[in-house]
């Protein structure tokens, strides 16, 4: 994944032998800072890597975000019809129940009625 980096090790060997390292200390010296150079330090292309990686990220937490808005609106439309329905059976409801009490209403005064007839003809 990582491209090389750009170091002169022999540059660098030259000045650690010049200030007073053995040569084979200066390649050792030198070898270690190559090897973390290209293992562990960050690239160009690996930065660009990772951009290209979270740009695709971030197409697709968008994509699922249009998704989740649109099944939202869906369910938005499906709530608000359920409860026209349930308004409109309440309301039928509403009618029903008003007309049972007034039946029942009626057959009680039928009843008194009644009850009053036979009252006055038995006594």
Not at 28 to 51: G, H, N, P, S
């Amino acid at each position: 994944m990582s491209a090389p980096i750009m170091f002169d090790s022999l540059a660098y060997t030259k000045k650690l032998k010049s200030a007073g390292f053995t040569e084979a200390q200066a390649e050792v010296q030198a070898e270690t800072i190559v090897e973390f150079m290209e293992e562990r330090l960050a690239t160009k292309l690996d930065v660009e890597l990772i951009r290209r990686d979270t740009k695709e990220m971030e197409v697709g937490l968008k994509h699922d975000v249009e998704l989740i808005r649109r099944e939202m609106k869906e369910m938005d439309v499906g709530l608000k019809y359920d409860i026209e329905l349930i308004r409109r059976e309440m309301k039928e409801m509403d009618v029903g129940l008003k007309h049972d009490i007034e039946l029942v209403r009626r057959e009680i005064k039928e009843m008194e009625t009644n009850l009053r007839h036979e009252m006055k003809e038995t006594t």
